[in-house]
């Protein structure tokens, strides 16, 4: 009866012990999240900060740490067209709208108009507020993608992750 006693306290205590580490982990787990979500909400803090130039400059250093040809159009008179991305000898245009309401179909309307006129692959529309029903519609079917702050933060994290530069993260 003693040995048994003994290895029944022995396995209660085992199980014990094996609920508080996890317990221990699964508040370890919850606090990384919870830090990793801080720095997501800077870092798109950051982004919306930018002025329309600015952000247009830090998404074509981002293309550019990724690999792309990257040019950056003029202010003025760019036709609509921020960036133009070459891979492999494809081209890509980039309109950028740091906006902070939605854009709607008529940003979409000229982008395609740029991209026909072009002749280029595709286009990407990206917004840091994201898109109207109307401009998701119009963009269907069509060789233009939108997207919104977190296909930028995406992106900023592969690059972070690939140069290991953290400059204020």
Not at 111 to 130: E, K, P, T, W
Request: proline share 1%; glycine share 8%.
């Amino acid at each position: 009866v003693g040995y048994m006693a003994a290895k029944d306290a022995f396995d209660a205590q085992v199980l014990e012990d094996k609920l508080i580490l996890a317990n221990e982990a699964k508040k370890i787990a919850q606090q990384k999240a919870a830090e990793e979500l801080k720095r997501m909400r800077r870092m798109a803090k950051y982004w919306r900060s930018l002025s329309g130039h600015q952000f247009e400059r830090e998404l074509a250093d981002i293309y550019s740490s990724l690999g792309y040809a990257v040019t950056l159009t003029k202010g003025s008179g760019d036709g609509g067209v921020d960036l133009v991305l070459v891979d492999k000898g494809e081209r890509t245009l980039v309109q950028c709208k740091a906006h902070k309401h939605v854009v709607g179909p008529a940003a979409v309307r000229d982008l395609y108009g740029c991209l026909l006129h072009d002749g280029a692959r595709n286009a990407i529309l990206v917004s840091l507020s994201g898109f109207s029903s109307g401009a998701t519609l119009f963009a269907e079917n069509k060789p233009i993608e939108l997207k919104d702050i977190n296909y930028v933060l995406s992106l900023h994290e592969i690059v972070l992750k690939t140069s290991h530069k953290n400059k204020m993260w």
